[in-house]
């Protein structure tokens, strides 16, 4: 049987090198500790202003006023910058809060229409459901009270009530609508109060329960001055 010829191996194709990946156009590359720095700076203290709810700044002017103070020539003092900043922020967290302010303002002008609310003139309105026969206390005393409060849509954000139990309130601790309002009570006593944002908690609210230039209404009854 003749021998039958096997093929000679071929050659590998030669593969062709591939071209070097290049970077994409724009891509930060930190070669240096001080370059890795200095990005870290940077991305700390955006985090940290973007938590403020600053979202556009102008980079070059950023880091121009960070090399100017490294070679003491800034433009202006650290204090003058603080509070640029603090109006700044300001302006920003009023624009965000002014609808429910708006709100709020246009829902107190209606409810001082009704004849059972009386205002006061810093703007608290108080409504009396039951009149008591007990002293009044002043706003520096600590009271005993029952309370619900609401925001305007009826969302409940706070009440004793639903825990079970009175509520000791030190009046000099407490919003600025209550210090007002509860001396007008006596002991006894069951009021409504319509409080504006500021005399409630402002244009920063309270946690995720109150937002910022909230109106509250808050039903309270006075059982006892804690002396």
């Not at 030190?170 to 007002?180: A, T």
């Not at 109106?215 to 804690?226: C, G, Q, R, S, W």
Request: charged fraction near 25%; avoid cysteine; aromatic fraction near 8%.
């Amino acid at each position: 049987m003749a021998q039958q010829k096997t093929a000679a191996p071929k050659k590998p194709a030669t593969t062709a090198a591939k071209p070097a990946t290049a970077k994409p156009a724009g891509t930060t590359v930190l070669k240096t500790s001080i370059d890795s720095m200095s990005y870290a700076i940077g991305m700390l203290d955006g985090n940290f202003f973007k938590m403020q709810g600053i979202s556009q700044v102008n980079p070059q002017l950023m880091g121009k006023g960070f090399d100017d103070i490294l070679k003491n020539k800034a433009m202006m003092t650290p204090e003058q910058a603080d509070q640029l900043i603090r109006r700044e922020l300001q302006k920003m967290t009023r624009q965000k809060v002014q609808p429910a302010i708006t709100e709020g303002e246009k829902f107190l002008a209606e409810n001082a229409k009704r004849k059972e609310v009386k205002t006061t003139p810093s703007g608290l309105q108080y409504e009396v459901i039951k009149e008591g026969s007990g002293e009044r206390p002043n706003s520096s005393q600590t009271v005993k009270v029952h309370y619900v409060g609401v925001l305007l849509n009826g969302r409940k954000v706070d009440s004793s009530r639903d825990r079970g139990e009175p509520y000791d309130a030190y009046l000099p601790q407490m919003i600025r609508g209550w210090q007002e309002g509860i001396p007008l009570m006596t002991v006894g006593s069951r009021y409504k109060f319509y409080i504006p944002y500021n005399l409630g908690y402002g244009e920063q609210g309270s946690g995720e329960n109150i937002p910022g230039g909230s109106t509250l209404i808050f039903d309270v009854e006075l059982f006892e001055i804690i002396k």
